[in-house]
């Protein structure tokens, strides 16, 4: 799952599952593959690491999406990740792609805020966003509490969270 689309992939079960309410999904039966992501080796950069780094695997995801279908088509959303310390290191690395990442927070299991650095990092041709303590490490084997929200536009393309219409039977647009 490490090297999954974070993001992504809770979007598009979300979609699949049609709820805009909050959805707790369990990682281990988490099973996805989104097109845009699921481009053959060749079609990517060539050189480029794909794969997320493995300091936390993740356990569990709350997501809440909210859609507003005005003439812009936007949405808000919010994900709450548990994850475990799995090497040691002092950062967290996610994929997402055309969100606008509002605010973000790491806590332990306790409820401690953990300090990150100001900036974080981003890869435009990978889509990896990394999250980077100010100081310390994960701890192998302890919990933590990723939050994000963030804000994105609801696209046509059929990747992750997107609008889609039909017509129907009287010709009406839904």
Excluded at 52 to 66: D, R, S
């Amino acid at each position: 799952m490490g090297q999954m689309s974070l993001l992504g992939a809770s979007l598009a079960l979300l979609l699949l599952i049609n709820t805009i309410e909050a959805t707790v999904i369990i990682c281990g039966g988490l099973h996805l593959n989104s097109d845009r992501y699921s481009e053959s080796s060749e079609a990517r950069a060539d050189g480029e690491i794909y794969r997320l780094p493995p300091t936390v695997t993740p356990e569990m995801y709350t997501i809440t999406l909210t859609p507003d279908y005005n003439e812009y088509a936007t949405f808000i959303g919010e994900v709450e990740i548990l994850v475990t310390g799995k090497t040691g290191g002092n950062n967290i690395s996610l994929h997402y792609d055309n969100m606008t990442i509002e605010s973000r927070t790491v806590t332990d299991i306790d409820g401690t805020e953990l300090q990150l650095v100001g900036d974080d990092y981003y890869d435009n041709i990978t889509n990896i966003y990394t999250l980077t303590l100010s100081s310390g490490t994960f701890v192998p084997g302890k919990q933590y509490k990723i939050n994000i929200k963030y804000s994105g536009y609801l696209l046509d393309d059929m990747a992750g969270f997107y609008r889609s219409s039909y017509t129907t039977a009287n010709g009406e647009k839904k």
